[in-house]
């Protein structure tokens, strides 16, 4: 016997698999960065511009757009407007996703404000356990 899935049905999972990485990473925000989520709004909106900004470079798989977007919760969402090196490191095309994110991270160390980029890369390594342990076969993308 041989199953089909229909486009509506694979759109409905696609959907799910969103709303639940949603609800993952808003968990995370409440419960370990309050006071960014602070900055942060309204859930809803601030996570589909954090959504369209992970696109924009070419990061869609859950485990490397929850850390990007930790990240931003410090940066803020015109972080590659208002930081050179972040349009740099995120829009290099000779590096994958988790290079970008890497590469972010050391710059953000080095170049970030009152040494805020030592914070950064404690959150990024607190939010790549978080996700691996949500989501330990994450290489669902969170493309629409």
Request: negative net charge; charged residues 25%; contains cysteine.
């Amino acid at each position: 016997m041989t199953f089909r899935i229909l486009a509506h049905q694979m759109d409905a999972l696609g959907a799910q698999t969103r709303a639940d990485f949603h609800a993952r990473v808003l968990g995370y925000l409440r419960a370990h960065l309050p006071t960014h989520r602070a900055a942060v709004g309204d859930d809803d909106a601030w996570m589909v511009d954090a959504l369209a900004f992970a696109h924009r470079y070419g990061i869609e798989t859950e485990p490397e757009v929850f850390q990007l977007i930790v990240i931003l919760t410090d940066l803020g969402l015109d972080a590659d407007e208002r930081y050179p090196w972040v349009a740099a490191a995120l829009g290099d095309r000779a590096l994958l996703p988790e290079g970008k994110l890497r590469r972010l991270i050391v710059d953000g160390c080095t170049r970030h404000p009152n040494l805020e980029g030592l914070l950064v890369i404690a959150r990024y390594r607190e939010a790549l356990i978080y996700a691996r342990d949500a989501a330990p076969d994450a290489a669902v993308s969170t493309s629409p």
